[in-house]
Structures are given as structure tokens and as C-alpha cells.
T-cell receptor, first 110, second 117 residues
Framework: DAGITQSPRHKVTETGTPVTLRCHQT?????MYWYRQDPGHGLRLIHY???????DKGEVSDGYSVSRSKTEDFLLTLESATSSQTSVYFC?????????FGPGTRLTVT | AQKVTQAQTEISVVEKEDVTLDCVYE???????LFWYKQPPSGELVFLIR??????QNEISGRYSWNFQKSTSSFNFTITASQVVDSAVYFC??????????????FGKGTKLSVKP
């Protein structure tokens, strides 16, 4: 158990509204990641962080922003949610060269 | 560019059969890591194995075994005497441990395994 929690676990929101997903870890890991999982695509990296206030874009970063003001929290924000952002979102931490995932957040944008 | 291909979208077997899940990767880097993850119907992602590019030894863990062949860029996963609890989606992934995207996982699209009693 890598001590990763995600909140909320499920969310339904309307197109155009802002949404923030939270990833929280308890073991002081430096690297944190946000992925999205969609049928037929596997998991794709959205953004990652390599320390407090240090973040970078992944493969599918358009429409998303992130922030990390504390080691333990990595926030993913959809500034104006669209239906194409309906997905399951996973947070991960890196321990050595192994990544461990949180339980996921299922987001539905109607 | 890096890429992971899992050509088998879905596999269905009967309990106690052996099954092999294929994974082919592409990278020009000489240092990399390969991974397998399991996603059961409950949805969480479970780490199964990590293998580095300099270690081509096969690995066995109980009913699970992995065959890494650099010559064919493959990292296949075999389940011996499958059980219903093995039903899940299995993902193969590649990581380049340095550079701009250091530590980011590149996933295949997954293989859904159904084991029927």
C-alpha cells in the first residue's frame, strides 16, 4: 500500500464547470503523476510533478492544469470541463523506478 | 518515439489452461524498464513486475512468468493453470528513466483476460 488516496472517487459535472481532483500521499514521494484511462487507449499521462511547485506536461495535457503546493498533494484541475474529459483519472507516485497507483476517480461530464 | 503494443485485445480461456499475453515495445534507448500491471474488475491498478533492459533473465513468481527478449523487443507474460481470479485487464508499460519525461510510463492498450470456470 503506497498510501495514495484520491478524492472525490466519483463525480458528475456539467459541461463548462471547473473541476478539481485531489491526489494525496502520505509517504513523502517526490514524483507524482496524473493519468487518464479511456477504452481503447490504455492509460495516458496528463501531467506530472517532480517536486513542490515543479510540474510538467504529459502526452494529453490540453485542457488540464495542475498544482503542487505541498509534497503530499497533487491537484488536477479542469478549468472548463468538456464531454471529452469524461474518463477515469488515476494518480500515481514513483518509488524508485516503480509507479504505484491510487484507486482512481471516475469523472462524468454531461 | 516510444510505443507499446498489446495486439491481443481480449482473450478467453477455461480455468486451468495456460495463457500468454503478448507485449511488444519500441524504443531507441538502450536503458529502459518494462512493467506489467493488472486491473481487476474492481478497477485498481496492481503492480506485477518491473524488468530493466540489461536483465534478460526470465522470471517466475508462482503461476506467473515473464519472458523478456530484446532480440524481438518483447516482454510476454504467461499465467500457468489460470484461475477465475486471474480475470482482469493486463497492461504492459515502458519507462525511459531519464530525459525530459523521466519516469513516465507509456502503456499499451491492455489485454482483457476472461477465465471461465
Amino acid at each position: 500500500d503506497a498510501g495514495i488516496t484520491q478524492s472525490p472517487r466519483h463525480k458528475v459535472t456539467e459541461t463548462g464547470t471547473p473541476v478539481t481532483l485531489r491526489c494525496h500521499q502520505t509517504e513523502n514521494h517526490r514524483y507524482m503523476y496524473w493519468y487518464r484511462q479511456d477504452p481503447g487507449h490504455g492509460l495516458r499521462l496528463i501531467h506530472y510533478s517532480y517536486g513542490v511547485k515543479d510540474t510538467d506536461k504529459g502526452e494529453v495535457s490540453d485542457g488540464y492544469s495542475v498544482s503542487r503546493s505541498k509534497t503530499e498533494d497533487f491537484l488536477l484541475t479542469l478549468e472548463s470541463a468538456t464531454s471529452s474529459q469524461t474518463s477515469v483519472y488515476f494518480c500515481a507516485i514513483s518509488e524508485g523506478f516503480e509507479q504505484y497507483f491510487g484507486p482512481g476517480t471516475r469523472l462524468t461530464v454531461t | 518515439a516510444q510505443k507499446v503494443t498489446q495486439a491481443q485485445t481480449e482473450i478467453s480461456v477455461v480455468e486451468k489452461e495456460d495463457v500468454t499475453l503478448d507485449c511488444v515495445y519500441e524504443t531507441r534507448d538502450t536503458t529502459y524498464y518494462l512493467f506489467w500491471y493488472k486491473q481487476p474488475p474492481s478497477g485498481e491498478l496492481v503492480f506485477l513486475i518491473r524488468r530493466n533492459s540489461f536483465d534478460e533473465q526470465n522470471e517466475i513468481s508462482g503461476r506467473y512468468s515473464w519472458n523478456f527478449q530484446k532480440s524481438t523487443s518483447s516482454f510476454n507474460f504467461t499465467i500457468t493453470a489460470s484461475q477465475v481470479v486471474d480475470s482482469a485487464v493486463y497492461f504492459c508499460a515502458l519507462m525511459i528513466p531519464y530525459g525530459g519525461s523521466q519516469g513516465n510510463l507509456i502503456f499499451g492498450k491492455g489485454t482483457k483476460l476472461s477465465v471461465k470456470p
